[in-house]
């Protein structure tokens, strides 16, 4: 199995940005899609973004398109959702999650196997 621990997250005022982190330990990360997924209080944890265990192919929620980009390092076994523009309606629990040989077509939380524990990004108007 794969162990995924996010980090990056904060407090940012509406149009900033950030970088969100998410680091694989365990087996080879390489051969895992990866997916990052948010969720709000009261909310049910939505996709964000994919991005297939080749690398080849990405998945966007619509709401994000153009201002966050997902990608990976398998030579480091790192993850990364770079968001800019950030919107109040951004502020979320941020989770990095992966599915082994995934593609981007795997957009549901019940697709993935492995998850990291979230970390918070909030953005301020």
């Known amino acids: 199995q794969v162990q995924l621990v996010e980090s990056g997250g904060g407090l940012v005022q509406a149009g900033g940005s950030l970088r969100l982190s998410c680091a694989a330990s365990g087996r080879t990360f390489s051969s895992y899609g990866m997916g990052w997924f948010r969720q709000a209080p009261g909310k049910e944890r939505e996709c964000v973004a994919v991005?297939?265990?080749?690398?080849?192919?990405?998945y966007y929620k619509d709401s994000v398109k153009g201002r966050f980009t997902i990608s990976r390092d398998n030579a480091k076994n790192m993850g990364y959702l770079q968001m800019f523009s950030l919107k109040p309606e951004d502020t979320a629990v941020y989770y990095c999650a992966a599915r082994p040989y995934g593609s981007n077509r795997y957009s549901l939380p019940s697709a993935y196997d492995y998850w990291g524990q979230g970390t918070q990004v909030t953005v301020s108007s």
């Open positions: 991005i297939s265990w080749s690398g080849d192919s990405t």
